[in-house]
T-cell receptor, first 112, second 119 residues
Framework: GEDVEQSLFLSVREGDSSVINCTYT??????LYWYKQEPGAGLQLLTY?????DMKQDQRLTVLLNKKDKHLSLRIADTQTGDSAIYFC????????????FGTGTQLKVEL | GAVVSQHPSWVICKSGTSVKIECRSL??????MFWYRQFPKQSLMLMAT?????????EQGVEKDKFLINHASLTLSTLTVTSAHPEDSSFYIC???????????????FGSGTQLSVL
């Protein structure tokens, strides 16, 4: 079955790196995504990684995928107050069509 | 970028009434729209997938007579919560997929969500 888990809350200081973790159970994931949700706004796609990749870097964002452990992480370098939001990981599985299975979301709070 | 407008953003209603939530793609045609609900501290759960001009496909455990979905045009899908009860209180969010080839970024665009509170 599909089950995606995240820790609920993370607090970091401005300028530090943030690492948001996600675990999933379905080994047939094809793509894994990170979405950002700011207050009062819809989810915004931040980045994604194909399941045959280990790492993807996009400016301040680094996605690491450990397929053996079914563990996905999002690292935000030089975290800013504007990064405060809820971050969702999601997976798309083979044969699932367009269906995405989301995690619970991690509330990131960036403190001065 | 593509915009999906969802409204109302917040609604309070009495138990037993029906509530309609609209999801519009403003600058693109959406062949497929998705409806999710989210309870506090829980995941976004897919409720149903609607394709323009056809009946919606509901996920297991979602009552189709309770949550009526209409996708009558390429830019509008509506979710009606019929005879709402307090347990239907939740955050509902829609997403729309643009036309064209499926790519890894899915071309999914999300509305800002609707917080429904049923008294």
């Amino acid at each position: 079955g599909e089950d995606v888990e995240q820790s609920l809350f993370l607090s970091v200081r401005e300028g530090d790196s943030s690492v948001i973790n996600c675990t999933y159970t379905d080994s047939s994931s094809t793509y894994l995504y990170w979405y950002k949700q700011e207050p009062g706004a819809g989810l915004q796609l931040l980045t994604y990684i194909f399941s045959n990749m280990d790492m993807k870097q996009d400016q301040r964002l680094t996605v690491l995928l450990n397929k053996k452990d079914k563990h996905l992480s999002l690292r935000i370098a030089d975290t800013q107050t504007g990064d405060s939001a809820i971050y969702f990981c999601a997976e798309r599985v083979t044969g699932g069509g367009n269906k995405l299975t989301f995690g619970t979301g991690t509330q990131l709070k960036v403190e001065l | 970028g593509a915009v999906v407008s969802q409204h109302p953003s917040w609604v309070i209603c009495k138990s037993g009434t029906s509530v309609k939530i609209e999801c519009r793609s403003l600058d693109f045609q959406a062949t497929t729209m998705f409806w999710y609900r989210q309870f506090p501290k829980q995941s976004l759960m897919l409720m149903a997938t609607s394709n323009e001009g056809s009946k919606a496909t509901y996920e297991q455990g979602v009552e189709k007579d309770k949550f009526l979905i209409n996708h009558a045009s390429l830019t509008l899908s509506t979710l009606t919560v019929t005879s709402a009860h307090p347990e239907d209180s939740s955050f509902y969010i829609c997403s729309a997929r643009g036309q064209g080839a499926l790519g890894p970024n899915e071309k999914l665009f999300f509305g800002s969500g609707t917080q429904l509170s049923v008294l």
